[in-house]
């Protein structure tokens, strides 16, 4: 029975034994498919990767329209000399990059994506198979890139470099094989066929611009892109207007308008072209409508340095227009690293709001007088506008012939840009000044469609004594400028001038209505309330023309008047005080005096700038000019500029302190020498 019970146990033991190995094994099988598992993720993931590597390749390739340069096949002449095919396709991809860079698009960069993607490579053929062939062989199927090969070799005449691309292909000779010369020929090439609009850009920029008329007329003619053939059309205007020729330009510049609505560049280049016709009103227009189009569609380009600083200047044009000179300035000095063009506009700014001390000192900083053309007409400009200030009209009329002789010096583009923007000044200021045979002969010559030549040839009337001619005048001007406020000032000069002091106080009115940061309308309306008895109006009319021009001397001097005869003397005497501490004309000043002496009131010493600040300003100044500079040669440029005007202000303060010892010199010594005079005559006498 025992025998029984242990065969019973024995198969059972044995079952036991294979279930204890089935389990050992069946976890062993778990763990490696879990280790199996997890050794797959990894080539999961590669695969996944480079799926999706390939996956973005391919994208990029389709959407690829970028310079492929390969490597160009050189003479035995040329290896020999380190020149392989590499170093020859660089120097076409250096050239090109220079190109390119010194191109300022008109419109920002991201813009011109489709056109040009600055993506040049060079390819070099390997064995093998690699990430770098694969992007290659995707972009040769997929993209639409340009693929440039070419080859050098040796002729007869010359060396030959051949471009193959599929645009077309093209040759070049140079007798004594200058790679450099041959680089700038492909690169130009090669430009051409693949970006003719900023090809176009290029060529206008560097005095070629006959030839960049020829390529945009057949973009405009041949593109199949309504914004291709409106950005051509825009540069097409461009071109015609650097010409001088902007009754041909405003047609070319409507039809861009008209293709692409949006197109702030070519509604800008627009407005410019009715400004160099003297159709003020429609270009302030287009003007505010180019902002417009900026701020709503194209914010983020106007975030960009360069339109950036184009879009803050034309802002600062429009305030000029409407006769905010201090809001202009406030927009000029946030470009402070815009060049010496912008330091002189703010000059010219500081003059028209009559402070006329800062706008010297700003200008002093650019003596000896800028040497680039319009630098020149800026300064001069700078100039008519100090002496405008100041009331000097022969010095004015001395300036602004300056800028018209500089203007015909430059080409047709300032001469006629003078003929309807400085002109009509000029005539005036002659009238002005005296000289009012010249300036009718010169007032019949203006064209009759032009806003400010309107109003000139109105004040010529005017101070010819021939009024019904000049209300006519101005007549015409209000009408081609309804919404301008300098016609209007005028007028109201004329009237004021009449004796008409309520009529004049309706056109000054009209004038602050439309440009509510003039400060010279302000400044009428209050002398026609004052004239009509309405001295606390006019004081609040001073008032509010003093927050808009702070340092017009002038105004000062109305004011304070107004102030004493309303019996406000301690405010008068503040007023009258502070006009002597600013530039006021000769004739201002002789008044002042007399009016202080008569009246028996002093005004206090004016406070002494610290050293320290007088030595620190000419300093930091220097930084300020010397900061703009793009390399060491302006750099060194602007330090030598900066270095001989230290030298000459310190040679015209070394004459000024040997004069001012020798004085004091005198000053000690004359009453020794009266003593020692009257000793010796009185010896004299004694002997005798």
Not at 311 to 319: F, N, P
Request: charged share 25%; net charge neutral.
């Amino acid at each position: 029975m025992a025998q029984d019970y242990r065969s019973e146990r024995s198969p059972t033991a044995h079952d036991a034994a294979l279930a204890a190995l089935d389990v050992k094994h069946r976890r062993w099988q778990i763990r490696s498919e879990q280790v199996g598992f997890f050794l797959r993720i990894p080539l999961a993931a590669t695969a996944l990767a480079i799926a999706l590597a390939l996956i973005l390749m391919a994208w990029e390739a389709w959407h690829s329209r970028g310079i492929v340069i390969e490597s160009f096949h050189v003479p035995d002449s040329y290896q020999s000399r380190g020149l392989s095919g590499e170093v020859v396709a660089n120097a076409i991809i250096d050239r090109l990059a220079d190109m390119r860079e010194s191109t300022d698009p008109i419109m920002p960069a991201d813009t011109l994506e489709a056109d040009w993607r600055e993506d040049y490579r060079v390819t070099i053929l390997q064995v093998g198979l690699s990430i770098g062939e694969v992007r290659t062989a995707l972009r040769r199927w997929l993209s639409s890139d340009t693929r440039i090969s070419g080859e050098i070799f040796q002729t007869s005449s010359g060396v030959v470099l051949a471009l193959r691309s599929n645009r077309g292909s093209a040759s070049f000779a140079n007798a004594d094989g200058n790679l450099e010369t041959l680089a700038t020929l492909a690169a130009e090439d090669i430009y051409r066929r693949t970006s003719p609009f900023l090809y176009a850009r290029y060529l206008g920029q560097h005095g070629r611009v006959h030839e960049a008329i020829q390529i945009l007329e057949r973009i405009a003619r041949t593109s199949p892109e309504r914004k291709e053939r409106a950005r051509a059309l825009s540069g097409l205007g461009n071109r015609y207007n650097s010409l001088g020729q902007c009754a041909t330009a405003i047609p070319v510049l409507e039809r861009a308008v008209r293709l692409d609505p949006t197109h702030a560049a070519a509604v800008n280049s627009l407005g410019f072209a009715h400004a160099c016709l003297g159709h003020d009103q429609i270009s302030l227009d287009l003007s505010r409508q180019a902002i417009a189009i900026v701020r709503r569609y194209m914010p983020e380009a106007a975030e960009t340095a360069w339109s950036r600083r184009a879009w803050l200047r034309e802002e600062a044009s429009v305030a000029e227009l409407l006769g905010d000179n201090r809001g202009a300035l406030r927009i000029l000095r946030r470009l402070e690293a815009d060049g010496e063009d912008n330091q002189l506009r703010q000059a010219v700014a500081l003059a028209r709001t009559r402070d006329v001390r800062a706008s010297q000192r700003l200008l002093h900083d650019w003596l000896p007088s800028p040497t680039a053309a319009g630098g020149r007409r800026l300064y001069w400009l700078t100039r008519t506008a100090q002496a405008v200030a100041l009331e000097d009209w022969p010095s004015a009329a001395r300036f602004a012939g300056r800028i018209r002789i500089d203007c015909s010096e430059a080409g047709p583009n300032c001469d006629e840009f003078a003929g309807t923007r400085m002109q009509p000044f000029y005539v005036a200021f002659l009238a002005r000044a005296g000289r009012q045979a010249e300036a009718e002969a010169i007032a019949a010559e203006l064209p009759e469609d032009c806003y400010k030549c309107a109003w000139a040839r109105a004040v010529v009337a005017e101070l010819g004594g021939d009024f019904e001619v000049a209300d006519e005048w101005f007549e015409r001007a209000v009408e081609m400028g309804p919404r301008l406020p300098f016609a209007y000032h005028e007028w109201g000069e004329s009237l004021a001038a009449r004796g008409e002091h309520a009529r004049a106080l309706e056109k000054f009115t009209q004038a602050i209505a439309l440009g509510p940061g003039f400060a010279d309308a302000y400044k009428g309306r209050g002398d026609a309330l004052a004239a009509l008895g309405r001295l606390e109006e006019a004081v609040g009319a001073y008032r509010d023309a003093a927050e808009r021009a702070p340092q017009w001397g002038m105004l000062h001097v109305a004011w304070g008047r107004a102030l004493w005869n309303l019996q406000s003397q301690t405010e008068a005497k503040r007023r009258l005080c502070a006009a002597e501490t600013m530039v006021v004309p000769d004739a201002e000043r002789d008044w002042l005096r007399n009016f202080r002496t008569r009246q028996g009131f002093g005004c206090p010493a004016a406070r002494p700038r610290a050293p320290l600040q007088n030595a620190i300003d000419p300093i930091a100044r220097a930084f300020s000019l010397i900061r703009p500079a793009r390399s060491p040669t302006d750099f060194f440029r602007m330090q030598g500029d900066f270095a001989r005007a230290a030298f000459d202000q310190a040679v015209a303060e070394s004459a000024r302190l040997s004069e001012t010892v020798l004085k004091l010199a005198g000053d000690v010594a004359e009453p020794i020498t009266s003593r020692y005079t009257v000793a010796a005559e009185r010896v004299k006498t004694l002997a005798a």
